[in-house]
C-alpha cells in the first residue's frame, strides 16, 4: 500500500521556486529517508504534505485519501517528531506526554493506557514527574519521541531526532525507530547524519532544488555512483612515473600520494587492490598497511548534489 503519494507537487515563495514538480512515494512499513542539502526542499514537501503548508499544483494522497487541512480522519493516524524539541515547561514528563496523546484520543482509559505504552517505550519511567528543565538533551528529545507518537501513529514524521545528542541515548532513539517500524508504523526519516539513513532506511530519496534526483535502497543508490571502492596503501618511495602508470590502470579513476600514502579510487572492475600490490611489488617498493572501503552513501550524496555549501 502507498501510504504517502505526491504527484507533481509545485510550491512557489513569489520567484523562488521551492518544490518544482515533485514526485515521491512511501510505502506502508518502511522507513523512508529524506535527504538533501540546505534549501533543497525537504521541510516544504513534508509541510506540504501535513498540508500545513498550501501549494500551488499537484496532488497529495495520504493512505488513499487526498490530504487537506481539514482531514481529520487521517491526521489522526500522523505522528510528528519534530527537530525543535516541542513540549510545555511547566508539565511534568507524564503531564506532556498525557496532554499530546489526549489531542487525538478522548477515552480516558484507552489514552492513560497510551501514555504508560509511551512512557515504557522511550524509557521514561524514571523521570515522569520531572519537568522538562530538569531533564538532560538526550531525555528531553526522548519525551519529544513520547509526546508524537503516543496516540499510536501509522505514519510518523522524524526530523532530525537525534541532533544534539550523546552516543547512548542516539542509539536508543535509533533503536525505537526501528521497533516503531517493525510494531508496524510507517516512517519518513530526515536527518544530516547520513550514517543513520545508511543503517535505517529502507529506502530513501535524495532531494535537490525541489525535485528528487536519485531515489531507491541504500545499496541501489551506491551502485549508481562512479566510486565503488577507495584503496589506502602505505608504501615509500612512490615515484611521479609510478603514480602516472598507477593512474593509466583501467579501473582507476583518482590517484593521490602525500606522506608515504597513496590513496586509489576505482570504478567497476575486479581485482584492483590485488593489481595495485601487484605493481608495487614488481617495482620493489615497500608496502605497509592497506585498506579498502566501499562507497558510502555519504559519497553518494556528495556525487550527486555537489560538494559546494549551502546557505541555511
Do not use: W
Request: net charge negative; charged share 30%.
Amino acid at each position: 500500500m502507498e501510504v504517502i503519494k505526491v504527484r507533481s507537487l509545485v510550491k512557489k515563495y513569489k520567484e523562488l521556486v521551492a518544490l518544482e514538480h515533485l514526485d515521491l512515494t512511501v510505502n506502508e512499513g518502511e522507513i523512508f529517508g529524506l535527504l538533501g542539502p540546505n534549501g533543497s526542499g525537504k521541510s516544504t514537501a513534508i509541510n506540504c504534505i501535513l498540508s500545513l503548508l498550501s501549494y500551488d499544483k499537484g496532488e497529495i494522497e495520504v493512505f488513499g485519501k487526498k490530504m487537506s487541512p481539514k482531514a481529520y480522519d487521517l491526521k489522526k493516524m500522523i505522528g510528528v517528531v519534530p527537530q525543535e524539541v516541542a513540549i510545555y515547561e511547566e508539565l511534568t514528563v507524564q503531564e506532556n506526554i498525557d496532554f499530546f496523546c489526549g489531542l487525538y484520543i478522548k477515552d480516558k482509559e484507552t489514552r492513560k493506557k497510551y501514555v504508560e505504552d509511551a512512557i515504557e517505550f522511550t524509557g521514561l519511567n524514571d523521570f515522569r514527574k520531572f519537568r522538562p528543565k530538569k531533564l538532560s538533551g538526550g531525555l528531553k528529545r526522548r519525551l519529544n519521541i513520547a509526546c508524537g507518537i503516543a496516540h499510536k501513529p501509522k505514519l510518523i514524521f522524524f526530523d532530525e531526532p537525534t541532533v544534539a545528542v550523546d552516543p547512548q541515548s542516539r542509539n536508543k532513539i535509533l533503536d525505537g525507530i526501528e521497533e516503531l517500524r517493525d510494531q508496524g508504523a510507517t516512517i519518513v526519516y530526515t536527518t544530516h547524519y547520513i550514517e543513520e539513513v545508511d543503517r535505517l532506511a529502507t529506502r530513501l530519496a535524495i532531494l535537490d532544488k525541489g525535485q528528487v534526483i536519485a531515489t531507491g535502497t541504500p545499496d541501489e543508490l551506491k551502485r549508481m555512483i562512479k566510486k565503488n571502492e577507495s584503496i589506502t596503501i602505505e608504501v615509500s618511495g612512490l615515484t611521479e612515473k609510478n603514480i602516472a602508470d598507477i593512474e593509466a590502470m583501467g579501473s582507476v579513476y583518482s590517484v593521490s600520494y602525500e606522506n608515504g600514502i597513496l590513496k586509489a579510487e576505482s570504478g567497476e572492475g575486479k581485482h584492483v587492490v590485488t593489481d595495485l600490490i601487484t605493481f608495487l611489488q614488481k617495482e620493489e617498493l615497500n608496502i605497509g598497511n592497506i585498506y579498502s572501503e566501499q562507497p558510502t552513501l555519504n559519497d553518494v550524496f556528495l556525487e550527486i548534489t555537489g560538494k559546494e555549501l549551502r546557505d541555511e
